[in-house]
């Protein structure tokens, strides 16, 4: 794949403002920003957007090592382990030994990480709402079935 811009392309688009304006990885990255800072402007206690996701990830899998979290989710765990160690100091997470090999940790939510969960949940619908505001019906069923066809 070239990642030279061809100039007819460009020219197939007479109405974009800037070349990156019609790249659709480009909006999506933009509304990702969006909805990452409502996300952590919306949220009380402190947590952060990739805090929640990670807090998320646990929350489905609880009693798992961080190792297998990560694994399963596609992590890196080197970057996610100071999200983790921010988790345990703001009371949401606890780590405890495994009881079937004691060199591996467990990780589980504590009611607190419960309750932020929840709330980020909540945030999260009412950014949907706020994102999707600007949508007929029929456009968000398009746009949902287009995002399923891509995988996501």
């Not at 402007?41 to 489905?60: C, F, H, N, P, T």
């Not at 989710?73 to 780590?95: A, E, F, W, Y």
Request: proline share 2%; hydrophobic share 40%; glycine share 6%.
């Amino acid at each position: 794949m070239s990642h030279v811009r061809n100039s007819s392309v460009v020219a197939l688009h007479p109405h974009a403002e800037k070349p990156d304006d019609f790249e659709i990885g480009f909006r999506i990255e933009r509304l990702l920003r969006r909805i990452r800072r409502q996300f952590d402007d919306s949220v009380s206690g402190g947590l952060q957007y990739k805090e929640w996701l990670l807090l998320r990830a646990i929350s489905v899998a609880e009693g798992q090592s961080f190792a297998r979290i990560c694994a399963e989710n596609d992590l890196n765990r080197g970057s996610v382990t100071p999200l983790l160690k921010k988790l345990i100091q703001k009371s949401c997470v606890i780590r405890s030994e495994s009881n079937l090999d004691r060199r591996t940790d467990e990780l589980w939510l504590t009611q607190r990480g419960r309750d932020c969960l929840s709330d980020g949940s909540a945030i999260l619908s009412d950014i949907d709402a706020w994102v999707l505001d600007c949508l007929t019906a029929a456009e968000r069923m398009t746009l949902k079935s287009m995002l399923s066809n891509l995988g996501v």
